[in-house]
């Protein structure tokens, strides 16, 4: 006999939560990615909506955080449609992305073979990811509506590869992970409401500008050095060395805040970069647990001065 009346499941009209996809949902969704990283198996940070690809918007931008792969979410009501399968290709082409996320309350059986295709005709190993998700909101008699993913579509192999992807390798990449989780733990703790990223085994970390294509990273470098840096790349030279010397042009008041800078157009290369370094003696192989909590109250403090400093220009570029 059972104990307790069980309910019966509702599915709820998305219109009826979400007046506007793109006002109101991609917000949404922006703000419980999590939901999302947990039925995907992976962990979506540092993202950002309407984000320009040319004369067109792509839902959200965002990293992998195990990899630092580039993410694309194309979101849409309804059922799948030719238009919203030519931005998927448009967005993951414009902004390189490594993985693309096409989600709708259904899809269509066409749309589902051509996301079955393209990964299975791609290499795993150097070409893009596609998922198809269908969205749902379900409730039981009168509870409030749930959000529901469901994956119809995925790369072979999904689940091993990521698993594989996460983990350090060798003696170095440990090293990195852990000097990178103690450096963004203290980080956190200094900066509540910043929105805290997964250390990944390699030389680097960082987290968006609040601008597309910057970056604030720490980095170690060459010449036994670690960097507090701003890293510019939209994906286009010009438009990379347009927002350096926009940039630059405050120089002065920007080092007042922060100390003498070093501002590199990096010849040669596609990026710019605007950075602070400190010699810490070594590499990160000669480095003990010991020296880490010295260069890591550099790092935090030189990042927390930065990163207000450049903020207050990167807004009004």
């Excluded at 990964?119 to 749902?136: A, L, R, T, W």
């Excluded at 000097?179 to 900066?191: E, P, V």
């Excluded at 050095?225 to 438009?239: A, M, Q």
Aim: glycine share 6%; net charge negative; proline share 3%.
């Amino acid at each position: 006999m059972l104990k307790q009346k069980l309910g019966r499941k509702q599915v709820v009209e998305v219109r009826q939560v979400f007046e506007k996809e793109s006002r109101d949902f991609t917000p949404w969704l922006n703000e419980n990615l999590d939901l999302l990283s947990e039925k995907l198996n992976l962990e979506i940070i540092d993202s950002s909506i309407e984000e320009d690809v040319g004369e067109f918007s792509c839902d959200i931008v965002a990293k992998d955080s195990d990899s630092n792969r580039t993410i694309v979410i194309e979101n849409q009501f309804g059922v799948t449609n030719h238009d919203h399968l030519g931005k998927i290709f448009t967005y993951a082409a414009g902004r390189s992305a490594d993985i693309i996320i096409w989600i709708a309350e259904r899809f269509r059986e066409e749309h589902r073979k051509t996301l079955e295709w393209l990964n299975e005709k791609v290499d795993p190993e150097s070409g893009p990811s596609f998922f198809g998700i269908e969205f749902k909101l379900l409730k039981v008699e009168d509870s409030p509506p749930a959000p529901d993913f469901e994956v119809v579509v995925q790369p072979n192999d999904w689940e091993r590869s990521i698993k594989i992807s996460g983990q350090p390798k060798s003696e170095t990449s440990k090293s990195y992970f852990e000097f990178f989780s103690q450096l963004i733990d203290r980080y956190s703790k200094a900066n509540p409401k910043w929105r805290k990223v997964k250390a990944m085994a390699q030389s680097w970390s960082g987290f968006g500008a609040g601008k597309s294509g910057l970056y604030f990273n720490w980095a170690f470098r060459s010449q036994n050095r670690i960097s507090v840096e701003l890293y510019i790349d939209t994906g286009d030279r010009n438009e990379n060395e347009k927002i350096f010397e926009e940039l630059q042009e405050n120089e002065h008041a920007i080092e007042e805040q922060v100390g003498e800078l070093s501002w590199e157009k990096l010849e040669g290369r596609r990026a710019c970069r605007i950075a602070a370094y400190k010699d810490v003696g070594g590499s990160i192989k000669s480095l003990s647990v010991s020296d880490y909590p010295q260069i890591i109250e550099w790092a935090a403090t030189t990042m927390q001065s930065f990163s207000r400093a450049l903020s207050n220009y990167i807004r009004s570029l």
